[in-house]
């Protein structure tokens, strides 16, 4: 969602600030925008479009060494020029982006800012007015947006810059994410520390309703009442090289096809001196000693959570719930006596997840992330915190977090059951070679996405047993990037309703991966070849038959999403590929949901 960066220093900000507003394209956007403060004043360039398209509106012979800048995800009004950001108060004085909603922006304009003209349709300009304001009334700048922040509901990240004192960025946080970095003779603040490890890799993390200054040479952190906070500064771990696509054409393929690299990681990252696998003895008696999981989750996430369920329950004999976190949230189920909480989440910022965590934060009950972003929001808000070590993932469409959650969700089976039946480590070790056998055969997924999924309206993906979540995560990540109107189903279900929709030549992909089902599967996939479907099957080695297009290398049979979901991931990016669609950044969608 909407991303902030914001630099002072010596240096002219304006390549910094666009260059870092492109490594935060991922996040998802429609219009971007920045605000150069120089001793003529503040110069803003704004559009709806990409960055592409704003380095064409941009003045460059316009210089300044301080300077803001904001890719939007319109909330509140359309995406259009006025209501990118930044935003301007009345007088023109202050200079304000934000990521984030302002609640109750309604009220806060009926009490404080009737006689305002607003210019546009966004919450944001209420800040920005609301600042003015109270400096009008006498207030001095800093006290001002204290006040301001004690009067707003909602979730904000704020870099703000104010004409008559071009020394200092100011900045502020809830909710919604923002890390300062901490340079030689210059700072930086931003979303997130891909924005800012091109000039620095120390970052001061900001907590929620604190605030601070930031000069040239000096960053302080104050909380709302203004009292200074000493934090130290910790170094991002992230390397630079990364978040680069390399000779890659898309980010989406290089991390799909990184996908077995990480999960040897993974391996070698929960393995101890001893070489077995290993996990943080603390987390795993909490589980132990509690009655009940309840996992929450959204999107891919969640996917990977129901496969988790499976493995918690089959491989740790561990009662498993999981849910869906926009709906636990206002919905919340009748919780067991000693439950216990993981939260799953690539960016470890989703608001809607977050809102679950402190629901169940206040109600006393235990939590652990597992997220892919070491200090976000997530982690650093659960009592207890797993990585998913999958590195940067910059694709809108998750892929390899989400085999990276399903494996740490396997290792964390494995470590909680008392005895674990299966040797994990090898077993993990087989699907990491399956999964580069997997990627190493792309044509064959180029041609079938061109002869099925070309030009079709409309795909089912069908499985039973854990293939139904593959399924959902595949339907998923088809329809995302490739528009395609894609629903994952329960193969016994299409028979009760859905089966009307199968017409000739509607794709219908088959997935089968676990012995129990696989007769009744494919009964399925006759019915639905009898209406006419032109059927796709992929299913394990040890039980394909000759005429499956594609046969996926034996791996354990609770492994079997961590392999089956790559033909699919491919699939959906050759189908993308052939409709001409923007792989990485997928219209209306953000790449980190910090709003709820
Ligand atoms: O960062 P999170 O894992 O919490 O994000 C949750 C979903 O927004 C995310 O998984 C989304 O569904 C994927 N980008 C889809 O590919």
Request: glycine residues 6%; proline residues 3%.
């Amino acid at each position: 969602m909407c991303g902030i960066v914001g630099y002072i220093g010596n240096q002219d900000v304006k390549e910094t600030i666009l260059s870092g507003l492109e490594k935060l394209e991922y996040r998802g956007y429609d219009s971007a925008g920045i605000a150069i403060l120089n001793g003529n004043g503040i110069n803003i360039y704004k559009d709806k479009g990409r960055i592409a398209h704003l380095r064409n509106v941009v003045d460059f012979g316009v210089k300044g060494t301080v300077g803001i800048g904001h890719t939007r995800w319109a909330t509140h009004g359309k995406p259009n020029k006025v209501n990118s950001h930044p935003h301007q108060s009345s007088t023109k004085r202050f200079t304000l982006v934000h990521n984030g909603i302002i609640e109750n922006e309604d009220a806060l304009r009926l009490e404080y800012l009737k006689d305002t003209k607003f210019e546009s349709d966004t919450d944001t300009e209420v800040v920005v007015q609301m600042i003015q304001k109270f400096v009008d009334e006498g207030q001095e700048v800093p006290l001002a947006i204290r006040y301001t922040l004690t009067l707003i509901e909602g979730s904000y990240a704020l870099a703000i810059l104010d004409q008559e004192n071009p020394e200092v960025i100011y900045v502020a946080k809830n909710k919604s994410p923002l890390l300062i970095g901490k340079g030689e003779g210059f700072n930086m603040v931003g979303s997130d520390a891909m924005a800012m490890i091109h000039h620095t890799n120390q970052f001061y993390e900001l907590h929620d309703k604190e605030f601070a200054v930031i000069t040239k040479e000096n960053i302080t952190i104050y909380n709302l009442f203004g009292m200074t906070i000493n934090r130290d500064y910790y170094i991002g771990e992230l390397d630079a090289t990364d978040i680069e696509k390399g000779t890659y054409p898309h980010y989406m393929l290089k991390e799909i096809d990184e996908q077995p690299f990480v999960l040897r990681r993974i391996i070698a990252n929960y393995q101890n001196e001893m070489g077995q696998l290993s996990m943080d003895e603390n987390i795993l008696s909490a589980i132990r000693q509690s009655d009940r999981v309840y996992i929450v989750a959204c999107g891919t996430s969640y996917h990977a959570g129901l496969v988790g369920k499976h493995l918690l329950e089959k491989v740790a004999s561990k009662p498993t719930e999981i849910h869906v976190s926009s709906e636990f949230v206002y919905n919340t189920p009748l919780l067991s006596e000693r439950p216990f909480f993981v939260f799953i989440s690539q960016s470890g910022e989703t608001a809607d997840s977050r809102a679950v965590l402190v629901k169940v934060k206040e109600m006393g009950y235990p939590t652990l992330s597992i997220t892919n972003v070491k200090g976000s929001t997530l982690y650093r808000e659960t009592q207890y915190q797993l990585l998913l070590h999958a590195g940067p993932e910059i694709a809108v469409a998750s892929t390899k977090a989400y085999t990276a959650q399903i494996a740490v969700l396997a290792i964390l089976a494995c470590k909680v059951a008392v005895t674990c039946d299966i040797d994990m480590l090898k077993e993990l070790s087989i699907a990491a070679n399956v999964m580069e056998a997997l990627c190493d055969n792309k044509e064959l997924y180029d041609q079938l996405a061109r002869t099925y999924l070309a030009t079709t309206r409309n795909c089912f993906y069908i499985g039973r047993h854990v293939d139904y979540y593959t399924c959902l995560e595949a339907a998923l990540k088809l329809k995302e990037i490739s528009y395609i109107q894609t629903e994952g189903f329960a193969a016994g279900e299409l028979k009760h309703g859905t089966i009307a929709l199968i017409e000739d030549n509607t794709p219908v992909i088959a997935i089968i991966t676990q012995e129990g089902i696989n007769l009744n599967t494919r009964s399925n996939i006759k019915e639905v070849k009898a209406r006419g479907a032109a059927v796709i099957t992929m299913s394990l080695k040890r039980l394909s038959s000759k005429t499956d297009q594609i046969i996926i290398g034996d791996v354990h049979e609770y492994l079997a999403p961590l392999v089956s979901v790559i033909p699919a991931q491919l699939l959906s990016y050759y189908a993308a590929l052939h409709r001409d669609c923007d792989i990485d950044k997928p219209r209306n969608l953000a790449k980190s949901v910090t709003v709820e």
